[in-house]
């Protein structure tokens, strides 16, 4: 923990405060964009000393950071493609996530590779997937997850009933890593408020300051009341991925930096849908398919396809669906259907543009440039190696401040949570005891919050009403609806129920079953009238009727279109250039 302090809040007072404290004094460096690789950053930032302050437009972790498929990996693909390094860089990190930074968050999921010939194959996968095992041994750090095995088919059958018999001849099973994307950014976001550093989400960048050619600060809109303040900063980093052309623009123009934005749709399907005990990859045409196990379900993804349309709210298509249940479906001995579909979620990946027009084959590398003195801009990169992007955006500021900046220190830097993890996991059945919850309910609390499960414990202490489920989504209790509001910096109730929870996909109703009780319960805290309420609960019922009426279209401008009509509760506001 840092220096004795206890864990930051990311409550309503703090962000007003964060956001007066960056108006008042010049920063060392202010990040924009506060998804995975702007929240690393902050973090990477504040824990070598600097003074830190991020800004994001919207909710954190509300564009790629909570739309992807929730994997912590090492790109088996990219060995294909002989990109040895970037998938041993990813193992590493994979395994620093796993045994150190976020145990509580990040947690080893099975997979089966399902082969369909015989001869060539079994060798050529088996190959790729012992070289993926000894470069995950070759990180220098304890792997955290099992070998792989090759299975004959009813050995296979036995783990995946499921799968259809005729469709393959014997499978390897090997394990990777899986992660709530949404919930990382955010804990990462309050360990680095911890470190000291300065946070507010609903904080747009509409501007740049400059003294002639450098960037010397931001001009910021608070979102939330109309405000506008100028934060000063020795340093500015630019971390908006798919928005990066767009930032670059405030700035003057285009910078050295192009990224092109390829969609992935996913779906959620309940588990009894799949009977299997490991999770499934299939070979596309393309590239590779997840059938994933997440709780109670399973997410099934993912697709790429060029997106040129709204960057906010990326629209899943008919087709888009349609596409992901054929593939599935291939290999299912019992079909799926949209009936089985509980929800769907899409997303933006920041590819950096080269010359291949497929998405498949842009980078996903990271790039770091510094266009014009006092700016760095970084894109590109996966969610797994989040941490070294941060590191050498950071490196790339300290280049840019004149003074001596320690080297960065995040691979031993435990998230809030992850301190004595292991041991209230191993008393579980005594916490269940002496708080009067299922220890189910403790399982499902302590691979969420961590050691923090006592900062939700005490809220229910407090208030026993907040220990009974949400009626309508009973895998969360309402205590966690407010403590999403008072302890990690959830505004809005899509905030809550897209992301500190994942009800809007886990259920059939997608949320409006629980959107009441949810707004109810958020109204003390965030200082909400009757009709504040009543209109948090009309504008998202609009944007899943939105995004019902999207997925049914049969086109991406179509369904853009109509995702489009929802309005935004908080919209964000057109820049002026510099």
Same mark, same amino acid.
């Given at each position: 923990m840092a220096s004795g302090r206890g864990v930051a809040r990311l409550g309503p007072a703090e962000r007003a405060e964060a956001l007066e404290r960056m108006a008042a004094q010049e920063l060392d460096v202010v990040v924009v964009g506060g998804g995975v690789v702007g929240a690393g950053i902050a973090l990477d930032a504040a824990t070598r000393g600097l003074d830190v302050g991020l800004v994001e437009a919207r909710d954190f972790a509300s564009g790629t950071s909570s739309r992807s498929s929730k994997l912590i990996h090492g790109g088996l693909r990219y060995l294909e493609q002989l990109n040895f390094e970037l998938v041993r860089e990813a193992l590493r990190e994979r395994a620093l996530l796993l045994r150190r930074i976020a145990p509580h968050l990040v947690r080893p999921v099975p997979f089966l590779f399902p082969m369909t010939h015989y001869g060539w194959e079994r060798p050529y996968v088996g190959a790729g997937v012992a070289l993926y095992d000894t470069l995950g041994y070759a990180s220098g750090v304890t792997r955290g997850v099992p070998g792989h095995r090759h299975l004959s088919r009813s050995r296979a059958l036995r783990l995946a009933p499921a799968l259809k018999k005729a469709a393959f001849t014997g499978a390897i099973q090997y394990w990777d890593a899986q992660v709530d994307d949404a919930r990382y950014v955010m804990t990462m976001l309050r360990t680095a408020a911890t470190y000291g550093a300065r946070v507010a989400p609903r904080a747009q960048v509409v501007g740049f300051l400059r003294e002639g050619e450098r960037v010397t600060g931001v001009r910021v809109r608070d979102l939330e009341n109309g405000h506008q303040f100028e934060v000063r900063a020795r340093q500015v980093v630019n971390a908006t991925g798919v928005w990066t052309d767009d930032i670059q623009e405030l700035v003057g123009g285009r910078g050295q930096i192009h990224v092109r934005a390829s969609k992935g749709i996913h779906l959620v399907v309940p588990r009894d849908r799949i009977h299997s005990l490991t999770g499934i990859i299939l070979r596309t045409e393309k590239s590779v398919l997840f059938v994933i196990p997440w709780g109670r379900h399973w997410i099934i993804?993912?697709?790429?396809?060029?997106?040129?349309?709204?960057?906010?709210?990326?629209?899943?298509?008919?087709?888009?669906?349609?596409?992901?249940?054929?593939?599935?479906?291939?290999?299912? *001995?019992? %079909? !799926?259907?949209?009936?089985?579909?509980?929800?769907?979620?899409?997303?933006? +990946?920041?590819? &950096?543009?080269?010359? $291949?027009?497929?998405?498949?084959?842009?980078?996903?590398?990271?790039?770091?440039?510094?266009?014009?003195?006092?700016?760095?801009?970084?894109?590109?990169?996966?969610?797994?190696?989040?941490?070294?992007?941060?590191?050498?955006?950071?490196?790339?500021?300290?280049?840019?401040?004149?003074?001596?900046?320690?080297?960065?220190?995040?691979? *031993?830097? %435990? !998230?809030?949570?992850?301190?004595?993890?292991?041991?209230?996991?191993?008393? +579980?059945?005594? &916490?269940?005891?002496? $708080?009067?919850?299922?220890?189910?309910?403790?399982?499902?609390?302590?691979?969420?919050?961590?050691?923090?499960?006592?900062?939700?414990?005490?809220?229910?202490?407090?208030?026993?009403?907040?220990?009974?489920?949400?009626?309508?989504?009973?895998?969360?209790?309402?205590?966690?609806?407010?403590?999403?509001?008072?302890?990690?910096?959830?505004?809005?109730?899509?905030?809550?129920?897209?992301?500190?929870?994942?009800?809007?996909?886990?259920?059939?109703?997608?949320?409006?079953?629980?959107?009441?009780?949810?707004?109810?319960?958020?109204?003390?805290?965030?200082?909400?009238?009757?009709?504040?309420?009543?209109?948090?609960?009309?504008?998202?019922?609009?944007?899943?009727?939105?995004?019902?009426?999207?997925?049914?279209?049969?086109?991406?401008?179509?369904?853009?279109?109509?995702?489009?009509?929802?309005?935004?509760?908080?919209?964000?506001?057109?820049?002026?250039?510099?």
């Open positions: 993804g993912t697709t790429d396809t060029e997106w040129t349309l709204d960057k906010s709210h990326p629209a899943a298509s008919r087709i888009d669906i349609d596409y992901l249940l054929d593939h599935v479906n291939a290999v299912l *001995s019992v %079909p !799926l259907t949209r009936d089985d579909v509980e929800g769907v979620y899409a997303g933006l +990946r920041p590819l &950096l543009s080269g010359e $291949s027009d497929e998405t498949s084959k842009l980078s996903r590398e990271h790039v770091v440039a510094h266009p014009v003195p006092g700016l760095v801009m970084i894109a590109g990169g996966k969610y797994t190696t989040y941490r070294v992007m941060a590191e050498d955006a950071v490196d790339a500021v300290a280049h840019g401040l004149d003074q001596r900046v320690p080297r960065s220190c995040t691979d *031993s830097i %435990p !998230l809030v949570g992850a301190e004595g993890y292991q041991a209230l996991w191993n008393t +579980r059945y005594r &916490l269940a005891q002496t $708080s009067g919850l299922h220890v189910a309910r403790i399982e499902h609390l302590l691979q969420r919050y961590g050691s923090l499960i006592d900062e939700v414990l005490e809220l229910v202490e407090r208030d026993p009403t907040l220990a009974r489920p949400l009626s309508g989504a009973d895998d969360y209790l309402r205590a966690e609806i407010v403590y999403a509001a008072t302890h990690e910096g959830a505004r809005h109730l899509n905030d809550v129920l897209t992301r500190r929870t994942h009800i809007s996909i886990e259920t059939f109703h997608r949320g409006l079953a629980v959107a009441q009780e949810a707004a109810e319960l958020l109204a003390e805290t965030l200082d909400w009238d009757g009709e504040q309420v009543k209109r948090e609960v009309e504008y998202y019922a609009k944007r899943v009727e939105a995004e019902r009426r999207s997925q049914e279209q049969d086109s991406d401008q179509e369904a853009d279109a109509i995702r489009l009509g929802a309005p935004e509760i908080v919209p964000v506001v057109v820049p002026e250039h510099s």
